[in-house]
Nanobody, 111 residues
């Protein structure tokens, strides 16, 4: 069974940076697009960034120019580099690939 494990979340001041990682227990990343989602309290889960098998990327308007998604298939890992963080970025961040979701990692941005 495939497991996705996120890491790298935490508490950061506005304007700061964090790098999230999502590692898979199996060699599946090369077969699927990979994505990061987030869910803030009282809000629906939303797509933050996506990277295709070919490396094309797509971002939510709210994070364009600040977040970067990348993948390392040999390491079965996808990353989300988050710069210039804002309080509104506070959420639980989840990675997704194929039909699998990670357990989420909390990101809290203080003002």
């Amino acid at each position: 069974q495939v497991q996705l494990v996120e890491s790298g979340g935490g508490l950061v001041q506005a304007g700061g940076s964090l790098r999230l990682s999502c590692a898979s227990s199996g060699s599946i990343f090369s077969f699927y697009a990979m994505a990061w989602y987030r869910q803030a309290p009282g809000k629906q889960r939303e797509l933050v960034a996506l990277i295709t098998r070919g490396g094309s990327t797509n971002y939510a308007d709210s994070v364009k120019g600040r977040f970067t998604i990348s993948r390392a298939d040999a390491k079965n890992t996808v990353y989300l580099q988050m710069n210039t963080l804002k309080p509104e970025d506070t959420a639980v961040y989840y990675c997704k690939t194929g039909g699998w979701w990670g357990q989420g990692t909390q990101v809290t941005v203080s003002s």
